[in-house]
């Protein structure tokens, strides 16, 4: 059941990387789960933020780990021929690592959107990936938070 204050919810999920579920409130946007393995727990305040976000199509680091993989192996796949007669047994053992590693980049090249939400300073204070289970709902949650954004900045103060 979710917090009667609660405006929208969005979860997001690079498997391996992070697995953030972020909560929006009338006043902050409090984000729970993991990041490269570590627990988190932050809340941004919606008064401290920019109302226009940033937009970014990025790579995540399973791209460039993919990338390093496929340099490391390809010497590999000629080491069977340093020696006479070429040893088959030994290429078809590297091909069967690079094909993986193969996939692996294919799967990981796509870029992903991100929208980058600045602090009055210019500093990101909070970040979004259009990546796991909500990925569809990311433009209506980013709508969400600059609305609430908005709100907050013409509010006057009591």
Known sequence: MTNPETICEYHEQIRGLLDRRLTLFKDCVKIVGTVLGNRIEATVMIEELQATPNKAWIRTKHYHWALALMLILTPFLLLPFAVT????????????????????????????????????SGVVSLDLWRNGPDAERFPEFVAAIEKQIRDQSVQPES
Request: hydrophobic share 55%.
């Open 85 to 120: 007669p070429p040893n088959f047994i030994l290429l078809i053992i590297g091909a069967l690592m690079y094909l993986p590693a193969i996939w692996y980049f294919v799967q990981s090249q796509k870029r992903k959107e991100c929208a980058f939400f600045l602090n009055r």
